[in-house]
Antibody
Framework: EVQMLESGGGLVQPGGSLRLSCAVF????????MTWVRQAPGKGLEWVSD???????YYADSVKARFTISRDDSKNTLYLQMDSLRAEDTAVYYC?????????????WGQGTLVTVSS | EIVLTQSPATLSLSPGETATLSCRAS??????LVWYQQKPGQAPRLLIF???RRATAIPPRFSGSGSGTDFTLTISSLEPEDSAVYYC??????????FGGGTKVEI
């Protein structure tokens, strides 16, 4: 069974930075593609970014040039570096596994980590 | 960007009834439409992919149909545990991937 554990969320001031981590268990991490999806309080789901098993990356326009997705296959860990944070980035951030590379729907999800951007 | 519109916003039904949820796309997504279930305080769970294929361990009372721009998630013989928000997602034309706004089902 695939399991994911996010960490790194917290309170940060506008303009600040935060790095989220997602540790993945129960699967050969180097062979899977991963995503970050966020959910603002009381709102719906919003796709943030994908990274393929080969390291190709994709971003939503709302985070492009501010967020960077990456992976360390030696640590079975996915990352999301978030810079220049804004109040509208406040959300629960979920990592999830793509069904297959370039088949972007998500069959395993972490429990989420809350990011709050506020002064 | 493909916009997905879900209706109704809220559905209130009794146990044993059938729920019919709609997802309409702003342009054709072929059959590349996915449904998730999200219960309060939990992560989403994959229910249906490619419009009508049930994910692993999803009971047959959950079924999906449709193609092009109009899709339906049907939940038959509703149980109290089916109370949740249901989201559709398209994977036809990305990036960006897009989700619908959700339908809340109250049992």
């Amino acid at each position: 069974e695939v399991q994911m554990l996010e960490s790194g969320g917290g309170l940060v001031q506008p303009g600040g930075s935060l790095r989220l981590s997602c540790a993945v268990f129960g699967v050969t991490f180097s062979s899977i593609s991963m995503t970050w999806v966020r959910q603002a309080p009381g709102k719906g789901l919003e796709w943030v970014s994908d990274i393929t098993d080969g390291g190709r990356t994709y971003y939503a326009d709302s985070v492009k040039a501010r967020f960077t997705i990456s992976r360390d296959d030696s640590k079975n860990t996915l990352y999301l570096q978030m810079d220049s944070l804004r109040a509208e980035d406040t959300a629960v951030y979920y990592c999830a596994k793509l069904f297959r590379a370039y088949v972007p729907f998500f069959d395993s999800w972490g429990q989420g980590t809350l990011v709050t951007v506020s002064s | 960007e493909i916009v997905l519109t879900q209706s109704p916003a809220t559905l209130s039904l009794s146990p044993g009834e059938t729920a019919t949820l709609s997802c309409r796309a702003s342009q054709s997504v072929s059959n590349y439409l996915v449904w998730y279930q999200q219960k309060p305080g939990q992560a989403p769970r994959l229910l249906i992919f490619d419009a009508s294929r049930r994910a692993t361990a999803i009971p047959p009372r959950f079924s999906g149909s449709g193609s092009g721009t109009d899709f339906t998630l049907t939940i038959s013989s509703l149980e109290p545990e089916d109370s949740a928000v249901y989201y559709c997602q398209q994977r036809s034309n990305w990036p960006p991937l897009t989700f619908g706004g959700g339908t809340k089902v109250e049992i």
